[in-house]
């Protein structure tokens, strides 16, 4: 078997193993958060931080959700890393933006975030933040979804199909459940331009 075929094997593995229950409950609550007229705030660091980018266009012009990602502003992420320390980035940012109970947050991560480990200690903090103000917690995340998983109301964890591959496939699968939910009848509101054009 080629490296390629097996990599494309486990994301069959993926796909089948995904919970799709747990989809439709962060579904639910992304339209629970429209609904109240709440924004989105899409958080992650590294690849998941290219993955918010892509997706706050997606909730804004598909789902008329009004949506950011922190890390889209580079200049206020390095000042703050610069000034304040890596780890309040987000909380940060978010208290800049009152966060409040209407609000939802989106968390992107490989590993959901955890102290102990000092790993993503940004999105920790945030969450911490969030649970303070009652906005609403969603993720997609990998492994066990670290502190994500465990704080959030609502949480799909892209299963490990292969310890090698975790983080290609967390993030690729991102991707793959993002477009799921926007595309989901509960929270599309626009047509996408190529299937507006047939």
Not at 68 to 82: C, F, G, H, I, K
Not at 181 to 197: D, G, M, N, Q
Request: hydrophobic share 40%.
């Amino acid at each position: 078997m080629s490296f390629a075929q097996q990599f494309l094997g486990e994301v069959q593995q993926v796909t089948a193993q995904l919970q799709t229950d747990a989809i439709e409950k962060v579904v639910d609550e992304l339209a629970r958060v429209r609904e109240r007229g709440g924004r989105l705030f899409i958080l992650g660091v590294g690849g998941s931080a290219a993955n918010a980018s892509h997706a706050v266009n997606d909730f804004r012009k598909i789902c008329g959700i009004e949506c950011y990602a922190p890390t889209d502003n580079v200049s206020e992420l390095t000042a703050r890393t610069n000034d304040e320390g890596w780890a309040t980035i987000f909380a940060e940012w978010l208290k800049g933006s009152r966060l409040n109970a209407k609000d939802g947050l989106l968390i992107f991560s490989v590993g959901g975030g955890n102290l102990e480990k000092n790993v993503s200690p940004n999105l920790v903090a945030a969450i911490q933040l969030a649970k303070q103000t009652g906005a609403t917690i969603t993720g997609i995340v990998g492994r066990d979804g670290g502190y994500t998983a465990k704080e959030a109301t609502a949480c799909v964890i892209v299963p490990t199909v292969n310890p090698d591959h975790v983080t290609p496939h967390s993030e690729a699968f991102q991707a793959v459940v993002w477009h799921l939910i926007v595309s989901h009848p509960k929270l599309k509101v626009a047509r996408t331009k190529w299937e507006s054009t047939k």
